[in-house]
């Protein structure tokens, strides 16, 4: 399954204080599971991104999967190395490694986007966790080792670093140290194709398109009863 908490609602859900008639804002987030399918297993607002907000929605989940007989072998998220060991908690022996998406999403968010060259960069990269002959436009094997993507990796730094005034920044450089510490970890090695939050992204953008368009404050009640009629139909 591929968890998502780091979405922002786009609008103001609460209620109005009876006392002065001041709004109170109830949720900022809200927290998707998706199934290897693309279908929406457990949804919830939160006020945070906090794992506390959510452990009794995945316990909830736990339980259904159990009685549905059904063993869940992997999670994608995208924090991977700070909730690890939170999400076995719940789950017991399950893989927790890194959200591709996101990761390449953290890379070419730090791109100097004037640069004629940005988007050839950004495809290069997301070719970053494929085995090689896998290049097409969606990824159909599992990602390779983590010694054959740092390789990659190197060898991307290495065509990208002496670019003039081309898209990688000295952050992109940071950002994708940074990676590389996950990577030999072995954080984004051997995920089965279809496993990420590029579906999440995508359901993202439904809900905040359909949440009253043109107004800035809405109900909890009417809030979760549009995302509901939304997750329904998906």
């Known amino acids: ?84 060991d939170k999400y076995k908690s719940v789950f017991g022996n399950v893989e927790v490694q890194l959200d591709l998406f996101h990761a390449c999403q953290h890379i070419t968010s730090t791109t100097n986007k004037r640069s004629v060259l940005s988007l050839q960069f950004s495809k290069e990269f997301g070719l970053n966790f494929r085995q090689d002959e896998d290049q097409g436009n969606i990824r159909l094997k599992h990602s390779p080792d983590q010694v054959k993507i740092e390789e990659t990796l190197n060898a991307l730094i290495n065509r990208w670093a002496y670019v003039k005034d081309g898209p990688v920044t000295q952050k992109t450089f940071h950002v994708m140290e940074n990676l590389r510490v996950h990577i030999r970890k072995g954080c984004s090695s051997d995920i089965p194709p279809g496993c990420g939050t590029e579906r999440n992204e995508y359901i993202h953008r439904i809900p905040n398109r359909s949440l009253l368009v043109g107004s800035t404050r809405i109900s909890v009640e009417l809030a979760i009863a549009i995302i509901t009629i939304i997750f329904y139909f998906i």
């Open 1 to 84: 399954m591929s968890a998502d908490h780091t979405f922002k609602v786009g609008k103001n859900i609460g209620f109005m204080r009876k006392v002065d008639g001041k709004f109170i804002k109830q949720f900022s987030n809200c927290f998707i599971v998706l199934s290897d399918s693309g279908e929406v297993m457990t949804w919830c607002l939160t006020k945070s991104t906090a794992f506390a907000k959510v452990e009794d929605l995945l316990l909830g989940l736990k339980q259904r999967l159990e009685r549905a007989n059904v063993q869940l072998k992997h999670v994608s998220v995208d924090d991977c190395c700070h909730v690890r």
